[in-house]
């Protein structure tokens, strides 16, 4: 392969793109060059080598109606958009058999297991060492009987080849100034870590992409051929030897344009950020796990996120969201400025919670990366080396089976 059009330029799209270029494969990148529209702009920016389980399991289907928005909890489902989860949460509730619950973590535990070190490759690629921080992250409690109940089910858990252990007295006092108390408890784990910054990670990759000689299309790609002929919105078409499909939520349009069912969804998340902090910058993203927030400092400033709304990756933002996470922050006593910037945008989440990586059966000449939900940003670097080794006819670091889009049809 000589070339390749890739479309999709988020946090996976730009790894990919970095990673042919790099291996030799001249490469055009296609995106709309808005860069607030998918969740690689807004996310936590945790490199979570951690979450090897599935969401698709039998235990948050029974949690989801204590999680709901409307008891207080992060989970909502936009009731105009009911045409499109109905479905998608049919297919959900059948991913969650145990035995394919079971599979799913095994395929899951192969790709995460070296994805921190993934991310230390590609900060080098990109010449930005320091885009990785590996210092862990954080999950706290703030009451006794939450600390109880979340020690215990940590306990039981299964978390890879990441560990955690629980913080000392001295490592809680640390959030005394950040906080309007310390944590009740905490546990603090070895194997994380986050970016500095995750429009920051990004941006370095394409200017890498850019020096190597790669390729920056803006536009949206409205079809796609099984011969590599893509066809833009403005009526232009760009051909190349193969394109990968990596446009986030917006894939499963262009995947059904080929053939393919790809029954992805908007899984929408939030955020506030904040120039003004004084949230350490040593101190690890921290999920404050009853108030349903995640806390990251950047080098942008200070990002609170949180909810899991499903729905139409393109709607709008809800206002209320907006409000309860400012309430959350306030709540926790977290110093941010009077008016923050506000996020809104969308993962792009498969029944399964697996990602797609692959080459089509039918059209040897389509790649695709994308679905992979929470773990986008984790995943990226990981999933451009399988890509660019799939691409190179090379053998892929792990078995990619489990992550092909076939088994969706």
Not at 228 to 245: C, F, I, K, M, P
Not at 328 to 342: F, K, Y
Request: hydrophobic residues 45%.
């Amino acid at each position: 392969m000589k070339s390749i059009l890739v479309i999709g330029g988020g946090l996976v799209g730009a790894a990919c793109a970095l990673r042919l270029q790099a291996a030799g494969v001249q490469t055009a990148l296609i995106d709309p060059g808005d860069v607030r529209r998918g969740a690689s702009y807004g996310n936590a920016g945790h490199i979570g080598s951690e979450q090897v389980s599935p969401w698709s399991s039998w235990g948050n289907v029974l949690r989801a109606p204590r999680s709901s928005f409307g008891l207080g909890g992060p989970l909502d489902f936009r009731w105009t958009d009911v045409a499109l989860w109905t479905p998608w949460a049919m297919r959900f509730l059948a991913a969650c058999d145990p035995a394919q619950f079971a599979r799913g973590r095994e395929a899951l535990s192969a790709l995460l297991a070296d994805s921190l070190p993934a991310w230390h490759r590609i900060a080098e690629l990109a010449g930005k060492p320091d885009l990785v921080i590996p210092h862990g992250h954080v999950t706290a409690w703030m009451t006794r009987e939450g600390a109880a109940r979340g020690l215990e089910a940590f306990a039981a858990a299964q978390w890879g080849g990441t560990s955690y252990r629980e913080m000392t007295a001295a490592e809680l006092e640390r959030y005394v100034g950040v906080l309007n108390r310390a944590p009740t408890a905490a546990v603090l784990f070895s194997g994380t870590g986050q970016v500095s910054d995750p429009q920051g990670a990004r941006d370095a990759m394409l200017a890498s992409f850019a020096e190597r000689g790669g390729e920056v299309v803006v536009g949206s790609a409205a079809r796609v051929e099984v011969n590599g002929r893509v066809t833009l919105a403005n009526g232009s078409t760009r051909e190349a030897d193969a394109v990968l499909v990596s446009a986030g939520p917006w894939s499963r349009r262009l995947m059904e344009q080929l053939g393919a069912r790809a029954p992805l969804i908007g899984e929408r998340g939030y955020h506030l950020q904040s120039a003004e902090t004084n949230w350490p910058r040593d101190l690890p993203t921290t999920v404050f796990e009853e108030n349903f927030i995640a806390v990251s400092r950047f080098t942008s400033g200070l990002r609170c996120t949180s909810f899991v709304e499903f729905g139409s990756p393109d709607a709008p933002g809800d206002e209320r969201k907006w409000r309860r996470l400012r309430q959350r922050i306030d709540e926790l006593g977290i110093q941010v400025s009077a008016n923050p910037d506000r996020w809104v945008g969308s993962r792009p989440s498969l029944p399964d919670f697996m990602p797609a990586i692959g080459r089509m059966e039918r059209a040897p000449k389509v790649l695709y990366a994308f679905g992979h939900a929470h773990l986008g940003l984790t995943e990226a670097p990981i999933t451009a080396e399988i890509i660019c080794a799939i691409a190179t006819d090379k053998a892929p670091p792990i078995d990619i089976a489990p992550f092909r889009i076939e088994r969706f049809a």
